[in-house]
């Protein structure tokens, strides 16, 4: 609706241009003309639709200018904002004693001339000068910001942390938090926070519950840890996923993405963002078994094939017992015959003591 309306009005504007532009042709050639109504009108005719090629390059200039806009940070068009002002103000000051000096009337044209263009200069200098030495303003207007932290020299980007859904839900952050593991500041941005909220209020219980367990952890660690926890109002509209937002958000504090999502993890890796994904180092710190080791280990059920057995570690990691099938149910020792471990998980291959030993 704003595009129409914006090319309308460049057509309308030029049309009327057109047809009262007809009056400064001189007298001679006016009376040369037979029909002024009709010269008036083609002249409109013409006028419009150069306006309105006008006006659609002015409509297209005018959408990018807003895209970009509405990708600048909060605290950039704040910060820009207030340089304006402050160059127009010492615009307004440095400019106000030229119209006070005596200029003859044939150069009246200079005092407008350079006001505007004086206005326009220093007014661009304030806004450079605010972009990139005026960050420190936002301490006084709001000192919980991410760049205002970053000013401050309490959030070092290498150290910081940003958190994702899955791994608020998953709970482990809490523990790694008590443990002392997890260093920095810890930045949970607006949309994953939205992100949580909506799996809280879903239709199906599963995926309420866990919502609401998230929110609980994510309450609990900001009650105890209120100085390293930030919520930003970070926000990306053109961008659909929370995914996606993630990357954008890390690259841009040049953080780390905290995670236990494994498609995030590596996606976030090709994008060249550094990921801590808590199950590599859950994978880390499990117990290494080596071929030849032994497991005392409970067979729960049968496995793909049929052969196989199925049991699992306390730690929840999948053994995979071949000739293990008939003891499903039973306890039995193991021999490890292999291992895989990937971020995804891990699996033990092993062969029952007997059938090992035979």
Known sequence: MLDAIIIFSFILLAAGIGYYSTDIIPYVTLDRVTNLQALRFIVAVFAAIIGGAVGLRFQTGYRRLEAQIRELPLEVILTRAIGLVIGLLIANLMLAPLFLLPIPADFGFIKPLV????????????????????????????????????????????????????????????????????????????????????????????????????????????????????????????????????????????????TNDYNLSKVASVQKVPVLNVNDLVNAVRPSYLPGDYIDLKILKEGKEPSQGIGYLDDGTMVVVEEGSSYVGGEIRVVVTSALQTSAGRMIFAKPQASALA
């Open 115 to 258: 006001a505007v263009v004086g206005s326009i200069v220093l007014a661009y200098t304030g806004m450079n000068l605010a972009d990139t030495h005026g960050r420190g303003l936002l301490r006084l207007i709001n000192p919980n910001t991410v760049e205002t932290m970053v000013v401050e020299g309490t959030l070092k980007p290498a150290s910081t942390k940003v958190l994702d859904t899955s791994c608020i839900i998953d709970g482990r952050i809490e523990t790694l938090l008590e443990t002392g593991f997890l260093e920095g500041q810890i930045i949970v941005p607006q949309f994953v926070l939205q992100e949580l909220q909506q799996v809280a209020d879903a239709n199906k219980d599963l995926k309420r519950v866990r919502g609401r367990r998230g929110l609980e952890i994510l309450n609990r660690i900001k009650e105890a840890y209120p100085d390293r926890i930030l919520i930003n109002p970070a926000d990306y509209e053109d961008i659909p996923t929370v995914d996606a937002k993630l990357v954008r958000f890390a690259q841009e504090i040049n953080g780390t993405l905290l």
